[in-house]
Nanobody, 124 residues
Framework: QVRLVESGGGLVQAGGFLRLSCAAS????????MGWFRQAPGKERELVTA????????YYADSVKGRFTISRDNAKNTVYLQMDSLKPEDTAVYYC?????????????????WGQGTLVTVSS
């Protein structure tokens, strides 16, 4: 089964930026939509953004529109999350996920495989 490894989390001040990366272990990466979820303390895990297999279709939660950008490099089996203008409410563990279906849409991603998560802390 594919393994997903996130990196790039850390501590940043409000207004700052971070870039998360998620590397997949399988070459079938290019067939699947990928997404980023986050889970803040005491809250449920929520979908932040997703991208379809080709990179031509994306989805963003309203809370991150205009601030976060998802992208992928299928040659490197990697998906990225550029987070700008970070807010304290963005503080959470961010998880990378792969869709359960091949060539599914970003908007209707069904997470099947999860990474271990990376902590993002935004100080005020």
């Amino acid at each position: 089964q594919v393994r997903l490894v996130e990196s790039g989390g850390g501590l940043v001040q409000a207004g700052g930026f971070l870039r998360l990366s998620c590397a997949a272990s399988e070459r079938t990466f290019s067939r699947y939509a990928m997404g980023w979820f986050r889970q803040a303390p005491g809250k449920e895990r929520e979908l932040v953004t997703a991208i379809n297999s080709s990179g031509g279709g994306t989805y963003y939660a309203d809370s991150v529109k205009g601030r976060f950008t998802i992208s992928r490099d299928n040659a490197k089996n990697t998906v990225y999350l550029q987070m700008d203008s970070l807010k304290p409410e963005d503080t959470a563990v961010y998880y990378c996920t792969q869709d359960a279906r091949m060539y599914g849409s970003a908007r209707s991603i069904i997470p099947e495989v999860w990474g271990q998560g990376t902590l993002v802390t935004v100080s005020s």
